[in-house]
């Protein structure tokens, strides 16, 4: 398949999950993948894993709430591969306590990961594009959480929210030069074990519980797979979506339609 | 490989340049074997041999979509052909603007008739036939999620083809059959004044209008519904395909 070919997309939080999913499709898919992640071995593998299947991949260490972690991600991706196309906002942190339970401190750290990233993704992936003026397509990772309100989702519901109405700001912003910026919104997605979740996030065993009540309510009766996800990513960079922009892709097998 | 192989499809307004027509084309191009419909017959005979001429499968039927015979015979003759369905795609439409004083009641009931009934019918007798896992697309409108002046009647028949979209999309969820709405902008076809006759000062003024400065073109839409068709976990949501006009109101054209 080719209908990335020659374009060079980064992905933020690449290392695992629904962004790990995203950098196999694109690389698949003919693009030039810059993996960017915080756990170096798990940026280094992905990268691995794509050249190993003869794609074309490089991983940068990357902190999406610095500004100077960006500038220099823009940098090295630039002197590697020669330009940007595509900035797909994935990386995100999550938070699972009730409104009572959340402090401030921790209600402000989701906002830095999940919002600031994506606003930062925003100002230095369009700096990028600039650069050579053909446009490109800037991707935000979103939820359901940013149109349905849930118990114990504060603090994910307003930073997904915020990238929501970010996303098309931007749109509105940036469409007289070709930027095209869209946000994605999945419902529950199968990213983890259940043993590697209880790694990832100690505290949220509950939420983990609460997750199989709530799949016997969805109309799919299942969870969405991150390789699902990743297909609406290939979809937003790719030219098959150039008159789309300020849009919201939900993926969510029907649950918020209900 | 396509990524519609095997898959048997039918597309309602098919019959001239156009969105259906464009549909037509990609989704053979992918390998799915079509039904065409549409009222005009030299039209939709016109789109079946283009279809055929790509190398497409493609059946040409003369349909109503407003008459309930006509969507049986659709159905009957589409499975008689091709052994089964799993795609469907409610794209027949019709659309004018008329202030809501110079509208008559029959004016509105003719636009609920092919928009609302039209889309209905097409669900209700394609969908306990069609295949585990098939889907259906709904061309609704951004017109079904916004005003349009002296559009009474096309918003209020898109807005119901948007709602009723998600109640069908729960319905089906059963079979996994997914049904969704694409809501495109301004696409540039003889429905809205566009095409190739169209007019270049209109044309210029949709553009002012968009914040991706263009108008749509069928190909755009074509590629959207292709991937509606094939995205698996995607049911009972609305795709803006607007460049968009959806997202900016009336503050965002005058940026830039």
Request: glycine share 12%; with cysteine.
């Amino acid at each position: 398949m080719t209908s990335l070919l020659n374009k060079n997309v980064i992905v933020t939080g690449g290392g695992r999950g629904i962004g790990k999913a995203a950098c196999h499709l694109l690389s698949k898919e003919g693009a030039n993948v810059v993996i960017t992640c915080r756990t170096k071995e798990e940026g280094l593998a992905v990268e691995k894993e794509i050249l190993d299947s003869r794609g074309s991949g490089k991983y940068i260490s990357h902190d999406v709430t610095s500004e100077e972690s960006w500038k220099n991600l823009i940098n090295q991706t630039i002197k590697q591969f020669g330009r940007i196309d595509s900035v797909v906002n994935n990386a995100g942190g999550y938070n699972f306590e009730s409104i009572s339970e959340c402090s401030l401190e921790n209600f402000q750290k989701l906002l830095r990961t999940s919002l600031n990233g994506c606003f930062l993704g925003l100002k230095f992936g369009t700096e990028a594009i600039r650069k050579h003026g053909e446009g490109g397509s800037i991707v935000m990772m979103s939820s359901i959480l940013a149109k349905v309100g849930a118990p114990n989702y504060s603090a994910l519901s307003a930073a997904h929210g915020g990238v929501k109405l970010l996303a098309k700001a931007g749109a509105c912003e940036l469409g007289p030069e070709k930027i095209r910026v869209n946000s994605i919104h999945p419902g529950l997605v199968d990213t983890y074990s259940d043993e590697l979740f209880a790694e990832i996030y100690p505290d949220a065993t509950e939420s983990l519980e609460l997750q199989k009540e709530i799949i016997k309510d969805i109309p799919f009766n299942r969870l969405a797979s991150p390789e699902e996800v990743a297909e609406t990513i290939r979809f937003l960079v790719s030219d098959e979506s150039i008159f789309m922009t300020g849009a919201e892709l939900t993926i969510d097998g029907g649950m918020i339609a209900k | 490989m396509g990524r519609l192989d095997n898959k048997i499809a039918i597309i309602t307004g098919a019959t001239s340049f156009g969105i259906g027509r464009e549909t037509a084309l990609r989704l053979a191009g992918e390998g799915a074997s079509l039904t065409v419909t549409g009222r005009n017959e030299e039209a939709g005979n016109e789109t079946a041999d283009m279809v055929i001429k790509e190398g497409g499968k493609c059946l040409y039927i003369q349909h109503d979509v407003s008459n309930e015979d006509n969507w049986i015979n659709v159905v009957d003759k589409t499975i008689d052909a091709y052994g089964s369905l799993d795609i469907l795609v409610n794209n027949a439409g019709q659309f004018w603007v008329k202030s809501i004083a110079d509208t008559s009641l029959e004016d509105f009931n003719e636009i609920c008739s092919v928009n609302i009934d039209g889309t209905w019918l097409g669900m209700k007798h394609s969908l306990e036939r069609m295949n585990n896992g098939g889907a259906i697309v709904n061309v609704s409108s951004l017109m079904g999620q916004m005003g349009l002046p002296d559009g009474s009647g096309y918003c209020a028949s898109k807005g119901a083809v948007t709602s009723m979209t998600k109640a069908v999309a729960l319905e089906a969820a059963e079979k996994k059959i997914r049904v969704n709405a694409l809501h495109p902008g301004v696409i540039w076809t003889p429905m809205v004044g566009g095409g190739e006759q169209g007019d270049e000062n209109l044309k210029n003024f949709f553009i002012q209008e968009t914040p991706i400065r263009m108008v749509g073109l069928p190909e755009h839409m074509a590629d959207a519904i292709l991937f509606l068709c094939t995205a698996e976990y995607i049911t009972g949501v609305d795709l803006n395909v607007d460049g968009g006009r959806l997202a900016d109101g009336s503050m965002g054209s005058h940026a830039g």
